[in-house]
């Protein structure tokens, strides 16, 4: 059988940059993705933090159509009916060079795939890949409906869902625990409606995370990023907890009843519905990495369980770009020592460790034990919540002393065992 | 048998079509596709050329991004592609756009011209006969079936409540109609093929036409105006519990808009 040098299944950030490298060095490269176009099947939330990568996609980066950058975090802690909003801004991330930025994949992918292009890669779009071809233990191509096209090398970039390290037998069965389902909607608004709305001068933008009440005690939470001239609103919410509800709640209407809040409509008020998606993310962190390499084949970027959620910030694209990167760079010179066994490409996974991507990922491995504890949707939101409403009501009779009623809600929900063990387990992250 | 296929590139049907403010003119969201029956008509002759060998061209008129539309035919299979590209060619109608094409058409020989019977952004159908007039060549419109032997050829249409079978002398036009087969999805060969082809070019001096012929100076119809659908009255969603909601559902038929 003829062998192209590689074939890359999926068109996302992993593969694309894989391919891209690939293409630079050389190498002939074939891009297959599932979608109409590389970036259509993508529901990133989201933002994008430019430092860890911009070594990854050395040049082009500059380059890149963003949206806005991120100048104020902005936190919101819901009750069922009250809610306190927390506002961090950095004069530091207005000036250049910034930090990170907000993106749709749609249009980013679409930009890097014409640059992967530039570089002489195939990029197809409309094929999905249905199996892998096997030589022995190595795996030798792919096959796409009736065709079979040979590579030396496959890298699977085939997200979240990973079909390809499935097909390997590098990836265990999914468990519903590992996974959670995210929701997003995109809201056109006026460009300047956006900047005056959440204070921001033209060309900045925000980062808004959404905790508490919203994903009714269950893990999760919501986000809101400001593009140009959309805004990207969305809902996390953990699987396995969805599947445990005593009363069933769908993951749409936690969508609906989030949007509707008035904490989310005061953001999105007058904005035209442009989309709706959804999709899984994987929030298994360093407990959910397959095996990354085969005879002949390397996982990168979702499809490699590369995602890592910390509360306060979910990355999986700087892992998806760095490890896309680093496949290419093995796969590089896998190739040119002709040498495509297990064994040599078990150096992916130390260059991986040598990197962010698997120290960041081993760092921080704790980090969903901690954030998978209930009480951080339900009894510290209604803490917050609560003895802000002790402070600030004035009603008919006697007041009682502001800090009577402040140790109260404390006692009442953080100074007993569960809140002492809850401390304790921080300390793991 | 030499085939040639006349294809257009249309707006993707879910593009966003926006009238500009002089009514004239269309603002399209970049979002193209092959006209739906242009493929039937290369998926109709390389089942010809399968069978009675030869080559299958494709051509075009439009823009740079038309490629997109030859490539795509390369992709399914044809063996050559022709971009009819010129500033002058711009915003002709069917009959300028039928002259330039029969001019490229006839710069080699070939035995049967395929095409669709109709883009379906603007639904005229015009082109296709008007090729075959520029040409003197008969002209079958909307097949069902197409059947080549002995220079000639047999061909199903479709009439009010059942069919008609006609024979032709080739070379001949035929339009395709939805039914005539299935076009095959391009292999990933096949793009790959067809993404390092080089496409042939021609401009209205290559096709000896002067500007006067073509583009809007060669048209005999002029757009006046566009004007939009009418607008659907917004969605309304009827909040509450799924039996109340019913309730008032059926109170709004019935007393408000009284269809009930």
């Given at each position: 059988?003829?062998?192209?040098?590689?074939?890359?299944v999926g068109?996302?950030?992993?593969?694309?940059?894989?391919?891209?490298?690939?293409?630079?060095?050389?190498?002939?490269?074939?891009?297959l993705e599932r979608g109409?176009?590389?970036?259509?099947k993508?529901?990133?939330?989201?933002?994008?933090?430019?430092?860890?990568?911009?070594?990854?996609?050395?040049?082009?980066?500059?380059?890149?159509?963003?949206?806005?950058?991120?100048?104020?975090?902005?936190?919101?802690?819901?009750?069922?009916?009250?809610?306190?909003?927390?506002?961090?801004?950095?004069?530091?991330?207005?000036?250049?060079?910034?930090?990170?930025?907000?993106?749709?994949?749609?249009?980013?992918?679409?930009?890097?795939?014409?640059?992967?292009?530039?570089?002489?890669?195939?990029?197809i779009p409309k094929k999905k890949v249905d199996d892998?071809?096997?030589?022995?233990?190595?795996?030798?191509?792919i096959k796409a409906g009736?065709?079979?096209?040979?590579?030396?090398?496959?890298?699977?970039?085939d997200?979240?869902?990973?079909f390809?390290?499935?097909?390997?037998?590098?990836?265990?069965?999914?468990?519903?625990?590992?996974?959670?389902?995210?929701?997003?909607?995109?809201?056109?608004?006026?460009?300047?409606?956006?900047?005056?709305?959440?204070?921001?001068?033209?060309?900045?933008?925000?980062?808004?995370?959404?905790?508490?009440?919203?994903?009714?005690?269950?893990?999760?939470?919501?986000?809101?990023?400001?593009?140009?001239?959309?805004?990207?609103?969305?809902?996390?919410?953990?699987?396995?907890?969805?599947?445990?509800?005593?009363?069933?709640?769908?993951?749409?209407?936690?969508?609906?009843?989030?949007?509707?809040?008035?904490?989310?409509?005061?953001?999105?008020?007058?904005?035209?519905?442009?989309?709706?998606?959804?999709?899984?993310?994987?929030?298994?962190?360093?407990?959910?990495?397959?095996?990354?390499?085969?005879?002949?084949?390397?996982?990168?970027?979702?499809?490699?369980?590369?995602?890592?959620?910390?509360?306060?910030?979910?990355?999986?694209?700087?892992?998806?770009?760095?490890?896309?990167?680093?496949?290419?760079?093995?796969?590089?010179?896998?190739?040119?020592?002709?040498?495509?066994?297990?064994?040599?490409?078990?150096?992916?996974?130390?260059?991986?460790?040598?990197?962010?991507?698997?120290?960041?990922?081993?760092?921080?491995?704790?980090?969903?034990?901690?954030?998978?504890?209930?009480?951080?949707?339900?009894?510290?939101?209604?803490?917050?919540?609560?003895?802000?409403?002790?402070?600030?009501?004035?009603?008919?009779?006697?007041?009682?002393?502001?800090?009577?009623?402040?140790?109260?809600?404390?006692?009442?929900?953080?100074?007993?065992?569960?809140?002492?063990?809850?401390?304790?387990?921080?300390?793991?992250? | 048998?030499?085939?040639?296929?006349?294809?257009?590139?249309?707006?993707?049907?879910?593009?966003?079509?926006?009238?500009?403010?002089?009514?004239?003119?269309?603002?399209?969201?970049?979002?193209?596709?092959?006209?739906?029956?242009?493929?039937?008509?290369?998926?109709?002759?390389?089942?010809?050329?399968?069978?009675?060998?030869?080559?299958?061209?494709?051509?075009?008129?439009?823009?740079?991004?038309?490629?997109?539309?030859?490539?795509?035919?390369?992709?399914?299979?044809?063996?050559?592609?022709?971009?009819?590209?010129?500033?002058?060619?711009?915003?002709?109608?069917?009959?300028?756009?039928?002259?330039?094409?029969?001019?490229?058409?006839?710069?080699?020989?070939?035995?049967?011209?395929?095409?669709?019977?109709?883009?379906?952004?603007?639904?005229?159908?015009?082109?296709?006969?008007?090729?075959?007039?520029?040409?003197?060549?008969?002209?079958?419109?909307?097949?069902?079936?197409?059947?080549?032997?002995?220079?000639?050829?047999?061909?199903?249409?479709?009439?009010?409540?059942?069919?008609?079978?006609?024979?032709?002398?080739?070379?001949?036009?035929?339009?395709?109609?939805?039914?005539?087969?299935?076009?095959?999805v391009?292999?990933?060969?096949?793009?790959?093929?067809?993404?390092?082809?080089?496409?042939?070019?021609?401009?209205?001096?290559?096709?000896?036409?002067?500007?006067?012929?073509?583009?809007?100076?060669?048209?005999?119809?002029?757009?006046?105006?566009?004007?939009?659908?009418?607008?659907?009255?917004?969605?309304?969603?009827?909040?509450?519990?799924?039996?109340?909601?019913?309730?008032?559902?059926?109170?709004?038929?019935?007393?408000?808009?009284?269809?009930?």
């Open positions: 059988m003829d062998k192209v040098d590689a074939i890359i068109g996302g950030l992993a593969g694309l940059t894989a391919a891209y490298h690939l293409a630079t060095a050389g190498r002939q490269v074939i891009l109409d176009a590389p970036g259509s993508n529901v990133t939330g989201g933002r994008i933090y430019v430092d860890p990568i911009k070594d990854y996609l050395p040049g082009i980066i500059a380059e890149a159509p963003f949206e806005r950058h991120v100048v104020k975090e902005i936190i919101t802690v819901l009750d069922d009916d009250a809610s306190v909003q927390l506002e961090y801004a950095n004069d530091r991330w207005r000036s250049e060079p910034y930090m990170s930025y907000t993106v749709l994949r749609a249009t980013f992918d679409g930009w890097l795939a014409e640059k992967v292009s530039e570089k002489g890669a195939f990029v892998l071809l096997w030589e022995e233990d190595r795996v030798v191509g009736d065709e079979e096209i040979g590579a030396h090398i496959v890298i699977a970039a997200g979240a869902l990973s390809m390290a499935e097909k390997a037998g590098l990836r265990k069965p999914l468990e519903p625990r590992n996974y959670a389902v995210a929701i997003k909607e995109i809201y056109r608004l006026d460009e300047k409606t956006i900047d005056d709305r959440f204070g921001l001068q033209p060309g900045e933008g925000t980062a808004n995370l959404f905790v508490g009440a919203i994903t009714r005690g269950m893990f999760g939470g919501g986000f809101l990023y400001t593009n140009r001239d959309t805004l990207s609103l969305g809902i996390v919410v953990g699987i396995g907890d969805l599947i445990q509800q005593k009363d069933p709640v769908a993951a749409s209407l936690l969508m609906e009843e989030f949007a509707a809040r008035p904490e989310v409509q005061r953001w999105i008020r007058g904005g035209e519905l442009k989309e709706y998606a959804a999709h899984i993310i994987s929030e298994a962190g360093a407990g959910g990495i397959p095996k990354l390499y085969t005879g002949g084949m390397l996982v990168a970027g979702d499809a490699a369980g590369f995602s890592l959620n910390l509360g306060l910030t979910v990355r999986g694209m700087e892992f998806a770009v760095a490890s896309g990167a680093i496949a290419a760079g093995v796969a590089d010179e896998a190739l040119a020592k002709g040498d495509l066994s297990a064994a040599f490409l078990s150096r992916y996974e130390q260059k991986l460790k040598e990197s962010f991507v698997l120290s960041d990922m081993e760092t921080f491995r704790h980090a969903r034990d901690v954030l998978e504890n209930k009480r951080l949707f339900t009894v510290y939101p209604k803490f917050l919540s609560e003895l802000l409403a002790a402070l600030f009501t004035i009603g008919k009779g006697k007041k009682e002393p502001l800090y009577t009623s402040a140790k109260a809600a404390v006692r009442k929900y953080i100074l007993n065992w569960e809140g002492c063990k809850d401390l304790f387990s921080v300390r793991k992250m | 048998m030499n085939v040639v296929v006349l294809v257009k590139q249309i707006p993707d049907p879910e593009a966003l079509v926006a009238i500009g403010g002089d009514g004239v003119s269309l603002d399209i969201e970049q979002k193209f596709a092959m006209n739906l029956f242009d493929e039937f008509a290369i998926e109709e002759a390389l089942r010809i050329k399968a069978k009675h060998a030869g080559k299958v061209k494709v051509i075009t008129l439009g823009s740079r991004k038309a490629i997109e539309a030859l490539r795509t035919g390369i992709a399914m299979g044809a063996d050559e592609a022709v971009l009819l590209e010129d500033e002058a060619f711009l915003a002709g109608d069917g009959y300028a756009t039928a002259l330039v094409l029969s001019r490229a058409i006839a710069k080699e020989p070939f035995d049967i011209i395929l095409c669709g019977r109709q883009a379906i952004d603007d639904d005229r159908g015009e082109v296709g006969p008007m090729v075959a007039q520029f040409l003197g060549l008969p002209h079958v419109g909307g097949i069902l079936k197409l059947d080549v032997a002995d220079g000639r050829a047999v061909a199903e249409v479709a009439v009010e409540g059942g069919k008609e079978t006609v024979e032709v002398q080739l070379p001949a036009l035929f339009t395709a109609q939805k039914g005539l087969n299935e076009p095959r391009p292999l990933i060969t096949g793009v790959m093929r067809a993404m390092k082809a080089q496409i042939a070019r021609a401009t209205a001096a290559d096709l000896g036409l002067a500007t006067a012929q073509a583009g809007r100076p060669g048209s005999k119809v002029k757009v006046v105006q566009y004007s939009p659908p009418k607008k659907k009255p917004a969605v309304q969603i009827i909040p509450g519990a799924p039996r109340e909601a019913a309730i008032e559902a059926v109170r709004i038929l019935m007393d408000v808009e009284r269809v009930l």
